[in-house]
């Protein structure tokens, strides 16, 4: 089923965008290109892997850069789109093209702890427990409808650096998972 196209949006490293890439193959899909906003390393481990780049810079004409974002989101011609450690919110025009097929992962388990600062947030508040969790985007913060979610125990001592790591290694499972249940059709997209 490699004709199940996925585009990731990415603008960090790229841990999460590599995950699903070295596992394309087994899943059946084929990552047909990975958008940023900016040079980022995860453009760099595209490239390395053979899979189209593409940077859409961010303007201040945040309207303008949605619609250059839906451009390229349409010419790659996307079967799902995976909002990997995407820092940026998706705007109307992007979200009335293409939503229903936009998934996003998250660093906590929602609707715990939306937001940029999830696992600091997820400390700050004493919890025993946090977690990983696949959602599809709508057009507010991570509110959109629940996929799947991995629990992650926070143990004594953590920091930020160290629970996030932990958190990253269990969302690179979860999402691999997901994106091969929605390419084999075990997930309806919306």
């Known amino acids: ?21 070295n596992q394309a193959g087994q899943i059946g899909i084929q990552i047909v290109g990975l ?5 980022v390393p995860a453009c760099e481990r595209a490239r390395e892997l053979g899979i189209p780049v593409t940077v859409v810079p961010l303007l201040e004409d945040r309207i303008k850069w949605d619609q250059n974002l839906a451009t390229e989101l349409s010419r790659l011609k996307p079967s799902l ?25 998250h660093p906590a388990l929602l609707p715990d702890f ?21 959602h599809f985007v709508d057009k507010g913060v991570d509110t959109g ?26 969302e690179r499972e979860l999402l691999v998972a997901t994106v091969s249940d929605i390419a084999n059709g075990k997930v309806t997209l919306k």
């Open 1 to 21: 089923m490699a004709n199940f196209r996925v585009v990731v949006l990415a603008s960090g490293t790229g841990t999460l965008f590599a995950a699903l890439a």
């Open 35 to 39: 958008i940023s906003e900016a040079e």
């Open 81 to 105: 789109i995976v909002s990997a450690g995407f820092m940026k919110i998706l705007g109307p025009v992007v979200l009335r093209f293409h939503q229903g097929k936009i998934i996003n992962t």
């Open 114 to 134: 939306p937001g940029a600062h999830a696992v600091r947030d997820a400390l700050a508040a004493g919890v025993s427990q946090t977690g990983a969790t696949i």
């Open 145 to 170: 409808e629940v996929i799947g979610q991995v629990k992650v125990k926070v143990e004594p001592g953590d920091t930020e650096v160290s629970l996030h790591e932990r958190i990253k290694q269990a």
